[in-house]
């Protein structure tokens, strides 16, 4: 059971844009553990989720490899548009394309710009209660919930003087939005399982050397710690994929902890 809830954030780098549907869009149904065997889900953000591995593969794309590899389905709807803001990529149209209740969602994650949680929180939740609130009620399935991304504090200290300060800003912030939207709302640990590796290995060991966006072993991180917030249980025995055993061991452990398991 996981025992706190958790958050959302972004960042960006090129424009390109796109709303993605990799499968068709049925009711989740229930496996032999209990736990959900399929599962709609929509990610709304940037390059901070769309920066794809070696592997070709993006957040959203790990994610459901993971499920698959468990005998599981995440049937993932991606409107990614680097280097946008949320309220830019609703702007566009294919968020509220997405969001125009033709399509039901078990979670639906947003991830904001990477850095506009700490120098403008009054524009984040304008764009999340004004813009995005409304599109959210009528977009869940019964039962279903926003995820909001916990984004990771960035290698250096900016835009804060400290670094622990922009990481204290980052939690605070995603923690009001979360109590703030009127839908069901947790908070993915992205953040928090970021800052606890660059802490232990240094920001190069999940971020690329622009010192924001995440490496192979970063998405990883990202997909592993959603995966366990979406099907609810420990992510400490999912597959290494495309990383070295005791690598991806380690992300797993640190993504259990941040889940709180």
């Not at 803001?85 to 566009?92: A, E, N």
Request: hydrophobic content about 45%; overall charge positive.
């Amino acid at each position: 059971m996981i025992r706190r809830t958790f958050a959302l954030v972004l960042v960006g780098v090129v424009a390109s844009a796109g709303l993605v549907a990799s499968g068709a869009h049925h009711g989740a149904s229930a496996g032999t553990t209990g736990r959900p065997a399929g599962l709609d889900v929509l990610f709304v953000g940037n390059s901070l989720i769309g920066t794809r591995a070696a592997t070709g593969e993006d957040t959203p794309d790990v994610v459901r490899r993971l499920a698959r590899d468990g005998g599981r389905e995440v049937r993932a709807t991606k409107v990614i548009r680097y280097g946008q803001t949320l309220r830019r990529t609703w702007d566009g149209g294919a968020a509220r394309h997405a969001l125009d209740g033709s399509t039901r969602y078990d979670y639906i994650v947003l991830q904001e710009y990477s850095t506009l949680i700490v120098t403008d929180p009054a524009r984040v939740t304008a764009t999340l209660l004004d813009t995005y609130a409304p599109a959210l009620a009528r977009s869940l399935k019964p039962g279903g919930r926003v995820v909001l991304f916990e984004n990771w504090a960035l290698a250096g200290p900016a835009p804060s003087a400290a670094r622990a300060r922009t990481v204290a800003v980052i939690r605070a912030g995603y923690a009001r939005l979360a109590a703030a939207l009127p839908a069901p709302t947790v908070i993915a640990p992205v953040g928090d399982a970021f800052e606890a590796v660059v802490t232990r290995d240094g920001p190069g060991a999940v971020l690329a050397p622009d010192g924001k966006h995440p490496t192979g072993r970063g998405i990883y991180l990202e997909a592993v710690t959603l995966h366990g917030l979406f099907f609810g249980e420990s992510p400490r025995d999912l597959p290494d994929l495309y990383l070295p055993p005791a690598t991806a061991g380690r992300l797993r452990t640190v993504a259990a902890a941040a889940l709180g398991y």
